[in-house]
């Protein structure tokens, strides 16, 4: 059975009821397709002790604040979800789930979202899939040799699943740092960075942040000296279990060795470490296999966009996939503007085209 509808929202996390929120209040008639089961997008998949780098109040969707998580500073995972089942509730946004978008094509005047539950004909479609369904995985040489666990910062939950064992965490970042820290009382940690981790002062998170994003974004349009935004602040915001972790000297990092082998890791100088699992905190890719049918991809693979809107298709917007689509447009906080300006984008040309 084929549907019509006048926007197609694909992705039901935080970016696509932004989206939703803001074609709403336009009047416009749409849908939000997606693939999971239950509310929350992807923080009902993060792992057990994943907290927000900001206070609720600083956390929120457009239209609603976040609340206070009682006991919590910065509220958990299950709080967001929480909170954004809330949100889809009370805004009444219109999502269907669970549908799985096979792909968007090109259909005459319009575009044509085929789903496993039927073709969705949309005037313009919004793209708000994120990044955590497509995790990064470096190539290491070695790597189809080693006989423990590896696993990618998706398929981690507890320190539990690791106690007593040999672990390796590599990479540098926000997750990097949470999970080594997560796992430095129980297990043999050894952390490894690319570069020597650069955590951020303990008194800024993500309010700053956003501000800083902004800032940067506000000057480049206005054609002023690029400022370096958030990465030249460091990498690590300093979440208070991370602190406590560094603090007591447990986050010591290690520099990236050059090959597995079958009991663990080898550095160029031959230095060897043993382990029984190693986690993968690399990092994300953009999930948009769905939207190749269109063939938006240039050379480099990069789908060129201004602002919301792609060059090559300006019936399709892409949403919260990083600072390519709004600054800090793939934090809670951040998303808000971004959304309301492609929901006023598609608006506007939809009263011009019809």
């Known amino acids: 059975m084929s549907h019509q509808t006048q926007v197609v929202v694909i992705g039901g996390g935080q970016a696509g009821l932004a989206a939703g929120y803001h074609l709403r209040r336009l009047g416009l008639d749409f849908v939000l397709l997606d693939a999971q089961t239950t509310s929350g997008g992807a923080w009902q998949h993060a792992w057990d002790s994943l907290h927000l780098f900001s206070p609720a109040a600083y956390s929120s969707l457009p239209g609603h604040l976040m609340p206070p998580q009682p006991g919590e500073t910065y509220p958990d995972a299950q709080h967001v979800v929480e909170y954004l089942a809330d949100y889809e509730k009370r805004y009444q946004l219109p999502v269907e789930r669970p549908v799985r978008v096979l792909g968007a094509h090109r259909d005459g005047g319009l575009l044509r979202v085929e789903t496993d539950s039927g073709p969705w004909h949309a005037r313009a479609v919004i793209s708000a899939t994120g990044t955590w369904w497509r995790p990064f995985l470096p190539t290491?040489?070695?790597?189809?040799?080693?006989?423990?666990?590896?696993?990618?910062?998706?398929?981690?939950?507890?320190?539990?699943?690791?106690?007593?064992?040999?672990?390796?965490?590599?990479?540098?970042?926000?997750?990097?740092?949470?999970?080594?820290?997560?796992?430095?009382?129980?297990?043999?940690?050894?952390?490894?960075?690319?570069?020597?981790?650069?955590?951020?002062?303990?008194?800024?998170?993500?309010?700053?942040?956003?501000?800083?994003?902004?800032?940067?974004?506000?000057?480049?349009?206005?054609?002023?000296?690029?400022?370096?935004?958030?990465?030249?602040?460091?990498?690590?915001?300093?979440?208070?279990?991370?602190?406590?972790a560094r603090d007591r000297g447990l986050l010591t990092a290690s520099p990236m060795f050059s090959r597995l082998h079958t009991g663990g890791v080898e550095w160029a100088d031959g230095t060897r470490a043993e382990a029984d699992a190693i986690i993968w905190c690399t990092g994300f890719r953009p999930a948009l296999s769905h939207l190749s049918p269109l063939q938006l991809r240039g050379r480099?693979?990069?789908?060129?966009?201004?602002?919301?809107?792609?060059?090559?298709?300006?019936?399709?917007?892409?949403?919260?996939?990083?600072?390519w689509t709004g600054p800090a447009s793939a934090t809670l906080i951040g998303i808000g503007r971004p959304a309301r300006d492609a929901a006023r984008e598609i608006a506007q040309f939809l009263t011009a085209y019809g």
């Open 140 to 244: 290491v040489p070695g790597q189809a040799t080693f006989r423990g666990r590896q696993l990618h910062t998706v398929e981690y939950r507890s320190p539990a699943d690791f106690a007593g064992q040999r672990v390796i965490v590599v990479g540098g970042g926000n997750s990097g740092a949470q999970i080594a820290a997560d796992l430095a009382h129980d297990t043999d940690l050894t952390w490894v960075t690319q570069r020597p981790p650069r955590f951020l002062a303990d008194d800024i998170d993500g309010r700053a942040l956003f501000d800083v994003a902004t800032a940067r974004r506000r000057a480049l349009d206005e054609g002023r000296t690029d400022t370096g935004g958030v990465a030249s602040l460091g990498d690590i915001v300093a979440v208070p279990p991370v602190r406590e």
């Open 300 to 323: 480099r693979g990069h789908i060129v966009t201004e602002g919301t809107q792609v060059v090559d298709e300006p019936r399709l917007h892409l949403l919260g996939y990083g600072d």
